[in-house]
Structure formats: structure tokens, C-alpha cells
């Protein structure tokens, strides 16, 4: 996989050439392309991240983290910071619960701190083998299931 560097307007991303990118906090950088767009952490912020979301399979590979499910690493590890650029946090921090039990936990390896993130979520639903796979929930869209909308992070 191609590594790529800290975001900055201009330089390519995961998604394509970057048109839009913030620091929120050192070394936590939102940056959006034409069509997609996502978080990036330093390897410091990546190393701060706890268990298990450090160990969580990301998309778009190490330091990247897409605006679709990988989010959710990003708000749960770093609420402090998150809580800071969101109005709507209290929603999306339970947003990002119930995209974190549906599409990042059932993928983690088998670890102890797996099991410490086995407790759904408040309002989660378990999915079984049956179910069609939805979209992940992400700030700024109607999170299925949800009821409402959550806010888009970047509207601000």
C-alpha cells in the first residue's frame, strides 16, 4: 500500500488530491477530496490510540482514517478533541458506538481487549448472517436506524 504523508491542500491522499484540510489538534487533520475524505493521525496520535481501536483494520491503511466507518476510531479514542469541533457530539459519539459494534469489532482479531469491546453499544442492534450490510454511519448523514440526522462535522 502507498504511504502518504501529513494531508495538505494540493497533495494526494488515500481518495485523490486533497481540496480541503483542517487540524483540529495536533496531529488529528480532517482533509476532503472531490468525492471522499477522512481523517489522518501522526504515528504519535496513532500510538496514544487505546486498545482496540489501535489494532482496528483501517480502509485506507495506517495513519488514514475514512469519513464511511474508520471515524468512529478517531471519536471514540479522541472525544476531548472530537467534542471541540462538533456541535452535535452527543449524537455522533453514539453514532460512532454503533458503527464501531457493527463494522469495526466483528473484524478484530481475538484478543483480551476484543472482549472488553464486546458489550454493544446503548441502542445497538446486533446484525445477523442474514442481514444486508448497510452503509457505515458518518457524521453529517442519516445514520439508518438512528432516527435522526447527525451533523457533518466539517460544517462549520
Known sequence: MTEYAKPIKGRETPWGR??????????IVWCSTASH????LSDERCEKMPEPYRSAERWAGRNWFEEDCDWCLVYLAF?????????RF?????????????YIKPKLPETPEKS???????GATARTSSQKEEPCAQPGEK??????????????
Open 18 to 27: 486533497a481540496q480541503r484540510v483542517e487540524e483540529f489538534a495536533p496531529g
Open 116 to 122: 472488553k469491546a464486546d458489550a454493544p453499544a446503548a
Open 90 to 102: 452527543a449524537e455522533n459519539i453514539e453514532a460512532a458506538k454503533r458503527t464501531f459494534d457493527h
Open 79 to 87: 472525544p476531548e478533541v472530537c467534542q471541540k469541533i462538533d456541535e
Open 143 to 156: 445514520v439508518k436506524g438512528a432516527g435522526r440526522s447527525t451533523s457533518n462535522i466539517m460544517s462549520r
Open 37 to 40: 475524505g477522512g481523517f489522518w
